[in-house]
């Protein structure tokens, strides 16, 4: 069955650090793998989305993420955190079997707090 | 472009009563999603229309939820009766059609059943 993981309940960070949000995922196929970000009481707003090609993928706000297909992962990262950036992440894959369809499978989200 | 829009974004109903949440997507996306997200779970997959079709409703629990889209517009989701564990919040998404495209989110209706 398809699948995303994403083994991180929270993650905390200082301003002005480096972030990394990790996610893994179980596809049969070539994965489409996107990242969302949901603020509170918001819905979720796209950030980035991997298809194919460069594994090095650019994103809103500053945001990229790496595909890393013998490790099946595609972990978000942001070289300096914002305190704005504090929100819920998700990680999702496209389901191959929706026929083409944007049916998307989700992770259960990290919680990013940047700290001050 | 306005966005996902949807309504009520807060109800709060008793067991076995009913509920309805309306959606109307960007003007001109073909395709229309109803997520549930339960609290601490990332957003499932309930109803998916193309137009005015079914193309997914596998997750659907069918005794209980229905939706439609009768114009190939906007959308409505029902719940009747609803059970405590339908407390979530309810998202819609539209895409413009088949491809590899993003999907735009509106505010969620959170619904708390008591």
């Known amino acids: 069955a398809q699948s995303v993981a994403q083994p991180e309940d929270q993650v905390n960070v200082a301003e002005g650090n480096p972030l990394t949000v990790k996610c893994t995922y179980s596809?049969?196929?070539?994965?489409?793998l996107f990242w969302y970000v949901q603020y509170p009481n918001r819905g979720l707003q796209f950030l980035l989305k991997?298809?194919?090609?460069?594994?090095l993928v650019k994103g809103s706000y500053g945001f990229e993420a790496e595909f890393n297909k013998s490790q099946t992962s595609f972990h978000l990262k942001k070289p300096s955190a914002l305190v704005s950036d504090s929100a819920l992440y998700f990680c999702?894959?496209?389901?191959?079997?929706?026929?083409?369809?944007?049916?998307?499978?989700f992770g259960a989200g990290t919680r990013l707090a940047v700290h001050p | 472009e306005a966005g996902v829009a949807q309504s009520p974004r807060y109800k709060i109903i008793e067991k076995r009563q009913s509920v309805a949440f309306w959606c109307n997507p960007i003007?001109?996306?073909?395709?229309l999603y109803w997520y549930q997200q339960i609290l601490g779970q990332g957003p499932k997959l309930l109803i998916q229309?193309?137009?005015?079709?079914?193309?997914?409703d596998s997750q659907l629990p069918k005794d209980r939820f229905s939706a439609e889209r009768l114009k190939g517009v906007d959308s409505t989701l029902k719940i009747q009766p609803a059970k405590l564990e339908d407390s979530a919040v309810y998202l819609c998404?539209?895409?413009?059609?088949?491809?590899?495209?993003?999907?735009?989110f509106g505010a969620g209706s959170r619904l708390t059943v008591l």
């Open positions: 596809v049969s196929g070539n994965p489409y």
């Open positions: 998404a539209s895409s413009p059609a088949r491809g590899a495209n993003v999907l735009t």
């Open positions: 003007s001109g996306h073909a395709t």
């Open positions: 229309f193309q137009n005015n079709g079914v193309v997914d």
């Open positions: 991997y298809i194919t090609g460069d594994n």
């Open positions: 999702a894959v496209r389901d191959p079997g929706s026929g083409g369809y944007n049916k998307l499978i």
